[in-house]
């Protein structure tokens, strides 16, 4: 089988993840400086009247300020106070985009499920799934900053507002759904199938050194990409700290397949090769398949779908130069007749 293996530069990032093979239940932990996750921008990120957004959280120290445990610039963010109260903001009617803080604080250095459910009416959080708040609401969720939309966990998109969290996170699961106060309370202590109603992002963070780096287990492909440039490895870390949950086998796994481009070529591949110095994206072929794609090119699209580069395959390697485009996430595609999603390409200045 010929595979097309994509690896994507992060420009302005160093570090790499290497873990012991035979291990494989992980947690992922951010060093407070300015780790995240960047989940990237959907529709299917967008809250449509309900949505429950879930986590285990191991807080290592508290920060001077609020930390960002999930963020959707202007849409709905989900933080931890300086004292340890997990909050919200989301941008509906009531309460609207203002701050709204639980009363009882996480401690500290402990594993605790923390789950937040959005159901029009009320809005609601539940520790270890047990409800602890139930706040009226009303109104559909807007969006009052049009211009970042990337889903991100532990940080948030505005480098210049940096809220970071510092500690561990495992289990994030995102749903389309208002889950019931039964279904929270049934899968808080285990992992999920990943095939389940409702569920779009599942990030178990059982998966390192995988091409798509963060892998959603999901149907889905909303694989997420680790970022950051200061503090401990520079990059979000595997950790082998985790909660103790029920191990349940995944249905719904993804393997990074992020597309079939014909009989020939079965699948394609991404990986991130940090390089801090480069400003260039290089594409790696099978020597096989860059004879099968002779003549083709590579195409780069923007976030909104604009063509911002076309580059011809050189071959085996090609080194498109991406020195002159902005911060932000960009698709990285092959042209026709192919025309199939090679894989995604970050670039943080």
Known sequence: MDLLKCIVLFLAI?????????????SMRFDGEDDRIIVGDSSAFKIDGQATIEFWLNVEELGSDLMLLVSKEGEYNIGLSKEGNISWAFANTIPGWNWVYSSSPL???TWVHVAVRYDLDFIDIFLNGTQITNTPSSGLVGDIDTVHNNLIIANREQDVFNLPFKGKMD???????????AQIQATWMSKL??????????YRFDDPDRPCDVVNSTADEFHGTRAGEGGQNNLPQWDDDTPDLLDVPQVASNPCLISSIGPEISSLECQISPNPASTHV????????????EGQRFLLYNSIGQLVQVWPIAGVVTDIPVDQLGHGMYTLRVSAPFEVTAGRVVILR
């Open 14 to 26: 160093t570090g790499h993840v290497s873990l012991a093979t035979g291990q494989s239940d992980f």
């Open 193 to 202: 199938q990943g095939d389940e109603p409702g569920l779009v992002v599942y």
């Open 282 to 293: 290089q594409v790696t072929l099978d020597p096989s398949a860059s004879e099968r794609l």
């Open 171 to 181: 289990e994030f699961r995102l749903w389309n759904i208002a889950r019931s106060d």
């Open 107 to 109: 401690p500290i250095q």
